[in-house]
């Protein structure tokens, strides 16, 4: 196959390309967002991780209105989100990455300041109409490497039927939390169920709390962040929250609360789905419980982002370009976030979906408040994620106080 | 003691051991795939899972059992005649070669994946059949040949001498007395072979990058991972692909009763 | 040396150059280049499969390699920074103590049930051949399947092990399996040894099937059955399967990694991080492949320790 050729083309282009980004972006580049240049491209690889239905042919569909509207046929791989960034990485280095790529939000910083991504602006991809948090995550040095997808982010779900039962309002701040979980536990039901994996899925659980009491990732060692950790603590040490939290995946927090084992959950709402597909659980959302009155509530943003290769052949980037920007526009945007339960990312759309979409009204608020994990650390975001979900397994097994934890978990 | 009675404790044995297996059956029997609230039988089974899992893994079944069978044949290719070398040969190196074998086993198999990709890459092998049958066989032959070697090193070298005095070559002899002598252990090496293989997921996972060429345990992992988790199907495949491979199993064991009996050494 | 020289000049056909036997190199002899062709398609097997890949990992843990080294192809080389971070890492120290017990446990589980299961499947009785070929069966099952079903058994709260332990009035309080960092390690052993148990059975099955009969018989005129024939008959001739076994097994289990992370990920509180854990950790979650690199050369290393007590173990037994 032309495996060889394309190689050696992508040594020329990368070589100059990587040396000289800016230079690039101000010269010839501006005539190939144009839509007869590139013409003779016919087809475009793509390489996502939505490899389960429902999300495969959804997001098929999506792409293949986009495809259409530029022109491409599109040969698209999917890879288990496991295991994403490994396959990103072996391509890159067998150069052989595809014309399209998603990539999780706190994957793109990485990624591109490998070199391995072109910042959209160096083919006049309009990025301005994306809310601003959404591009906290994919902006690097000022420029713009990817557009998101719909987004999601975390919320509390609650069992309709069992908090009617108990005489229990959806909790709005953590004494609620407490109160409500503790009169929620009876028998074999927890009152709250939650991931404190060690995972990322765990610091990724714990954010919301953290951040929405004033906490920063960029000093983990402050009594806001303990604060957070200390409800968790109280929470599980008080029985209303299992023990076995610190093994649970977000998906066994969802098995748990669809079999009646928990009146309320942390999620996000890409278990709806799987929720309507139970329709004994009557079930509603709330934001995030604030710890003092005043505060806003902050999770999370999640979701994915398409992004541009570097794979050295020009006419296709640019084309790979034009298909980036229409995922942003309002007809893609608006269609994938009503069929995926995900909220678009642009402010613009936000009351026609919440009209469109009710059960989402909850997660749209979340999403408008929501903070990028990236945002600040950039790439040495892992390092306090680690440290962040080491820190709630240290405090939740009682190997740390609450005060040491962090300390604790930042030396391993 | 009475037979019946040890059979009912071979059966009490293996069930205590098979209970995971019954408990993932149970689990893929469950309208939701998952156990929370099942009890030990599935009382309101639904079949969804089965459903899915036979329109969509029929083909990497059948993938899954040409890749199993090309890593048995290859590495009792390589293994074989290599194991008789270092269990009979005298060569001075054999301590060193034998070291190099353990040390082979102890190579995490994703050193091997990342390094053997860009080299795919380059011969066109990914995303075929030849290559995941040599990559697979990282997993086996090493074994095979400690496995192979511990038996052949109780080979008389009398008999192969003989049939040299009678005129035949080292390699006919290899061929005429060696092999069939050890068809148990080959049997045995060839077995483990074929189910490191069939559970291979590593390679299956890092050297195919399309649908075209899909083992079967990558078909299970695909319906895990991302968003949702769709456990009913997984549990489903998981059953699914078991099947083949027991009654490959059932005939091997067979072979390996026969040759028993049959006696080895005349 | 001298017992070679003996086999060649019985073994080599006439045909064969008179000069050549009679040369003082013999290693070239058409009788030697026909034995090294036994073990030149495994030798080039190793060298292609085995020795690249472990030259890589070498060198790249002597490098500062990142995700940015799979695109650019720069890998400055930083000595042995990699080993000292890891050694200098809070977590070294539990990893390898986990590494030692796991290993061992699992080892000790895993061979003792295998031989009293092959000892006794080597009985004949109806259905033996079906009952042990069926105890393969977990061997098939993906072990991202088995752990998933294993962490649903193994539940705090509503698995089925704590419910009948429960049930059954052996335990008033569950057991914290996964969840108690006191308790998690010997779970993890307990899942691993299950999954070891068939190959156990199978390999010593087979070394038991491989003892002559006639062996058992005459001890028996003697009066030796039962335990005294175990002892006398089964455990001697069966030392160079029992040997294979529990160094495959130590090599096998050091390097475990899919039922650590498909249980507990390393955790509660890393009370089950390993070496083989922490070096996936470091290349594939931190993206810190130097360092995972040095893991696993770490791991490397103590398997080679393990491969020469064996094979000098080895030696010994075979000059005896």
């Known amino acids: 196959m032309g495996t060889k050729s394309k190689m050696r083309s992508f040594l020329a282009v990368a070589g100059v390309a990587s040396l000289a980004l800016t230079a690039c972006s101000g010269g010839g580049s501006g005539s190939t967002a144009g839509s007869n240049s590139g013409g003779d491209v016919k087809t475009l690889t793509v390489l996502d991780s939505y490899n389960n239905d429902p999300d495969k042919s959804i997001l098929q569909a999506s792409i293949d209105k986009c495809a259409a509207q530029v022109g491409v046929t599109i040969d698209r791989t999917t890879v288990p989100g496991k295991d994403r960034m490994q396959t990103v990485l072996q391509r890159s280095s067998s150069r052989t990455l595809p014309d399209v790529l998603m ?268 903070r990028a994990r990236t945002g600040k650390l950039g790439k040495d975001w892992p390092k306090a994620a680690t440290t962040i979900y080491t820190a709630v397994q240290l405090a939740l097994t009682g190997k740390a106080s609450v005060q040491d934890a962090f300390a604790q978990a930042a030396k391993g | 003691m009475h037979a019946g009675l040890l059979t009912a404790l071979g059966i009490l044995f293996l069930a205590v051991m098979l209970f995971p297996i019954y408990w993932m059956v149970n689990a893929s029997l469950q309208p939701s795939g998952n156990t929370l609230t099942a009890g030990f039988f599935p009382t309101n089974p639904s079949f969804d899972g089965y459903a899915t899992a036979v329109s969509q893994q029929g083909k990497n079944l059948v993938t899954s059992l040409l890749v199993s069978t090309g890593t048995v044949l290859l590495t009792l290719a390589i293994a074989a005649p290599a194991s008789y070398a270092l269990a009979q040969f005298k060569f001075r190196w054999i301590n060193a070669a034998l070291l190099v074998i353990l040390i082979a086993q102890m190579i995490p198999g994703i050193v091997i994946a990342n390094a053997l990709y860009a080299a795919y890459n380059d011969l066109g092998l990914l995303n075929s059949i030849p290559g995941l049958i040599l990559a697979d066989s990282t997993h086996s032959v090493p074994f095979a040949i400690l496995i192979l070697r511990a038996f052949m090193i109780g080979i008389p070298p009398s008999l192969v001498e003989a049939a040299r005095v009678d005129g035949a070559g080292l390699i006919r002899a290899f061929l005429s007395i060696v092999i069939p002598i050890s068809r148990n252990s080959l049997i045995t090496a060839g077995l483990f072979s074929f189910l490191f293989s069939w559970s291979d997921f590593l390679f299956a996972l890092t050297l195919t990058t399309t649908q075209a060429v899909r083992p079967v345990t990558l078909g299970i992992y695909q319906y895990l991972g991302s968003e949702i988790s769709n456990w009913s199907a997984v549990m489903a495949t998981a059953v699914l692909s078991s099947l083949p491979a027991i009654v490959l199993l059932l005939i091997a064991q067979k072979y390996i009763a026969a040759g028993a009996t049959g006696g080895a050494v005349k | 040396m001298p017992n070679m020289q003996r086999i060649n000049r019985e073994s080599t056909p006439p045909v064969s150059a008179p000069r050549n036997t009679l040369s003082a190199r013999p290693r070239f002899s058409r009788e030697n280049v026909t034995k090294a062709l036994f073990v030149v398609p495994a030798a080039v097997f190793t060298v292609l499969f085995f020795g690249y890949p472990v030259v890589k990992n070498i060198t790249m843990s002597l490098q500062d390699y990142t995700t940015k080294t799979f695109f650019t192809g720069e890998a400055p080389w930083v000595g042995i920074k990699n ?117 156990n059975v199978t390999i010593i099955y087979g070394g038991l099937q491989d003892i002559p009969e006639e062996l058992y018989e005459a001890a028996a005129l003697d009066g030796a059955t039962g335990w005294k024939a175990f002892r006398n008959i089964t455990w001697p001739n069966l030392r160079p399967v029992v040997s294979v076994v529990l160094v495959l097994g130590v090599v096998y289990t050091l390097k475990v990694l899919d039922i650590i992370l498909g249980l507990t990920n390393g955790g509660p509180a890393n009370a089950t991080q390993t070496l083989a854990v922490r070096s996936y950790q470091e290349s594939f979650i931190n993206f810190q492949f130097g360092s995972g690199a040095a893991y696993s050369n770490v791991l490397i290393l103590i398997s080679l320790i393990f491969a020469i007590i064996y094979l000098r173990a080895n030696r010994r037994a075979v000059d005896e």
């Not at chain 1, 300041?113 to 000022?142: E, H, I, K, M, R």
């Not at chain 1, 009146?263 to 597909?277: D, F, S, T, V």
């Open chain 1, 103 to 370: 990539l999780d939000n706190p994957e793109v910083k990485d990624v591109a300041s490998t070199g391995a991504l072109s910042a959209l602006g160096d083919y006049n991809v309009d990025t301005t109409a994306f809310a601003g948090n959404s591009l906290d995550a994919v902006t690097q040095d000022g420029k713009v490497y990817g557009a998101p997808v719909p987004a999601d982010t975390l919320g509390l779900f609650y069992n309709k039927d069992l908090l009617a039962a108990a005489g229990v309002e959806p909790p709005k701040t953590w004494d609620e939390l407490k109160a409500a979980a503790a009169k929620l536990t009876k028998g074999d039901q927890y009152g709250l169920a939650l991931s404190a994996a060690a995972t990322y899925e765990g610091s990724w659980q714990f954010l919301p709390f953290m951040w929405t009491n004033g906490g920063d990732e960029t000093n983990l060692d402050t009594p806001q962040v303990k604060e957070a950790l200390q409800l968790y603590v109280d929470l599980v040490n008080s029985g209303s929250v299992s023990k076995s939290v610190i093994n649970w995946t977000q998906a066994d927090v969802k098995d748990q609360f669809v079999a009646g084992k928990a009146a309320m959950m942390i999620n996000g709402p890409w278990q709806i789905p799987a929720l309507e597909a139970s329709p004994n659980v009557k079930w509603d959302s709330v934001q995030i419980p604030i710890n003092k009155a005043g505060q806003t509530p902050t999770a999370p943003l999640g979701g994915m982002v398409w992004t541009v290769p570097m794979t050295g052949d020009k006419a296709k980037m640019a084309k790979a370009a034009e298909f980036v920007q229409c995922t942003g526009s309002k007809d893609s945007q608006m269609s994938l976030g009503k069929a995926r339960h995900t909220v678009p990312v642009r402010a613009d759309l936000h009351e026609e979906y919440v009209k469109e979409v009710p059960t989402m009204k909850t997660f749209t608020q979340q999403v408008e408040n929501a």
């Open chain 3, 83 to 199: 080993y000292a971070t890891i050694f200098g890492s809070n977590l070294f120290t539990p990893a390898l103590l986990n590494t030692a017990l796991f290993t061992l446990g699992s080892i000790a589980g895993q061979f003792v049930i295998g031989l009293a299961l092959a000892t006794f499947f080597k009985r004949r009785f109806p259905l033996s051949n079906f009952l042990r070929s069926m105890l393969l069966l977990p061997w098939l099952l993906p072990l991202i399947v088995g752990s998933a079903t294993w962490r649903s058994i193994l539940d705090q709260d509503s698995g089925i092990l704590n419910r009948s332990l429960e049930g059954l009035g052996v335990i008033h309080d569950p057991i914290p399996w996964l969840t108690s960092p006191a308790v998690a390690l010997s779970a993890v052993i307990l899942v691993n040894i299950w999954v070891g148990i068939p190959f």
